[in-house]
């Protein structure tokens, strides 16, 4: 079973076109982070929420975490071509170092 | 700005072949990892380090093996290369703050075994 499970699993939209993804989890966490990785490159990133309901806006994209600390969601705003790629979520894992990883939501913007 | 660079960003090998990747990062980061990433199966962890010569299994170690011998070095050693360990390999590099922890990532090396 997955520790994170992220959906949609591929999403394709046309620019200016709304999109919310998720990432949901039977457990727990303190914090939990967005990363985007474009196209040939590693993943960079986004934001870390930590507060039960907590809300991040980050221009047109709107992260919030749950008020139970088990899931998340990224909502993007007028899409555009540039926002095309893969968007992990990831919390601590079984030690204080690891971070274990969703499988992500690759997003494609069409122009 | 943190920067994490990887030797390569793309290897062609061949099977049974000794392979080395190399990840550099310059803000004097504790941490260090390497993971592989794979179509449906995400980023799995391989090896950490959270100090020089120090090391930790991640989740899918066999068939690697790692060596940290300065703070600013990793590297991602496949003693005997096959075909399964074709994928793209992240190293990445890591800050602690507070609750939050920050992993920055290199651009990953894309490595095929023949």
């Known amino acids: 079973t997955q520790l994170l499970e992220q959906s949609p699993q591929f999403l394709s939209i046309q620019e200016g076109e709304n999109l919310t993804v998720y990432c949901n989890s039977s457990?727990?966490?303190?914090?939990l982070q967005w990363y985007r990785q474009e196209p040939g490159e590693g993943p960079v990133l986004l934001v870390t929420v930590v507060t039960g309901g907590e809300v991040k806006k980050l221009k047109r994209l709107t992260f919030q975490f749950g008020d139970a600390r088990k899931d998340s969601s990224l909502h993007i705003t007028a899409a555009q071509p540039g926002d095309t790629g893969l968007y992990l979520c990831a919390v601590k894992g079984g030690s204080n170092y690891k971070l274990t990883f969703g499988k992500g939501t690759l997003l494609t913007v069409n122009p | 700005d943190v920067k994490v660079t990887q030797s390569s960003r793309y290897l062609v090998k061949r099977t049974g072949e000794k392979v080395f990747l190399e990840c550099v990062q310059d803000?004097?980061?504790?941490?260090m990892f390497w993971y592989r990433q794979d179509p449906g199966l995400g980023l799995r962890l391989i090896y950490f380090s959270y100090d020089v010569k120090m090391k930790e299994k991640g989740d899918i170690p066999e068939g690697y093996s790692v060596s940290r011998e300065k703070k600013e070095r990793f590297s991602l050693i496949l003693e005997s290369a096959s075909t399964n360990q074709t994928s793209m390999y992240l190293c990445?590099?890591?800050?602690?703050?507070?609750?939050?922890?920050?992993?920055?990532f290199g651009p990953g090396t894309r490595l095929t075994v023949l």
């Open positions: 803000m004097d980061h504790e941490n």
């Open positions: 990445a590099s890591r800050r602690t703050s507070g609750k939050s922890d920050t992993q920055y």
């Open positions: 457990s727990v966490f303190s914090s």
